[in-house]
């Protein structure tokens, strides 16, 4: 079955240095991954998605997420990260159900 | 509409009631997928409704839980004789079919649910 791990449940950056949220998953056959944001009391925004190609996959808002097969992992990332940055972010893989998994969460705090 | 639209977007209910949470998703896609969202934390699957096929109900947490879809439109989750660990936001996202373009899955505003 499907899976996919957030390994940390808060992650906290001063504005303007880079950030890294972790994702790692695990799939049978070719991983579909995707990013998404969700600010308070709101619904899922999509940020991006691997589904094939190059291994750097650029988004939304300046994020960008690199996939890396060996390792199982689809970390999102940013270079200067921005207060309005702060939410909660979820990786997700879609299935040979067409399905989506989310992973758990991680709430990611910008500080000024 | 141009995106996943629920209704009502809040809801307050007593104990014992019923509740039934309305999704209507983008036009032309296929799969639609209730999540259950507490506060804080992750989503929680509920039900996948894929085409004509036979949805996943894998996800629903009791014989209370059920959910209807007709054709390629509307969605309605029900939940019977309310609880109070009912209370959440309820997410609706609907994408096309794998293999098409654009599949990622578009998220509702959810609607959220409190029972006291």
């Known amino acids: 079955a499907q899976s996919v791990a957030q390994p940390e449940d808060q992650v906290n950056v001063a504005e303007g240095n880079p950030l890294t949220v972790k994702c790692t998953y695990s799939?049978?056959?070719?991983?579909?991954l995707f990013w998404y944001v969700q600010y308070p009391n709101r619904g899922l925004q999509f940020l991006l998605k691997y589904i094939t190609g190059d291994n750097l996959v650029k988004g939304s808002y300046g994020f960008e997420a690199e996939f890396n097969k060996s390792q199982t992992s689809f970390h999102l990332k940013k270079p200067s990260a921005l207060v309005s940055d702060s939410a909660l972010y979820f990786c997700?893989?879609?299935?040979?159900?067409?399905?989506?998994?989310f992973g758990p969460g991680t709430r990611l705090s910008v500080l000024p | 509409g141009a995106g996943v639209s629920q209704s009502p977007s809040n809801k307050v209910t007593e104990k014992g009631k019923d509740v039934e949470l309305r999704c209507d998703p983008i036009?032309?896609?296929?799969?639609l997928y209730w999540y259950r969202q507490r506060l804080g934390q992750g989503l929680e699957f509920l039900i996948y409704f894929q085409g004509n096929s036979a949805p996943d109900k894998s996800g629903l947490p009791s014989d209370r839980f059920s959910a209807e879809r007709t054709g390629e439109s509307v969605s309605t989750l029900t939940i019977q004789r309310t609880q109070q660990e009912d209370s959440a936001v309820y997410l609706c996202?609907?994408?096309?079919?794998?293999?098409?373009?654009?599949?990622?899955?578009?998220f509702g505003q959810g609607t959220r649910l409190t029972v006291v």
């Open positions: 799939v049978s056959g070719n991983p579909y």
């Open positions: 997700a893989v879609r299935d040979e159900r067409q399905n989506f998994v």
């Open positions: 036009s032309g896609h296929t799969a």
């Open positions: 996202a609907s994408s096309f079919r794998w293999g098409q373009l654009n599949t990622e899955a578009f």
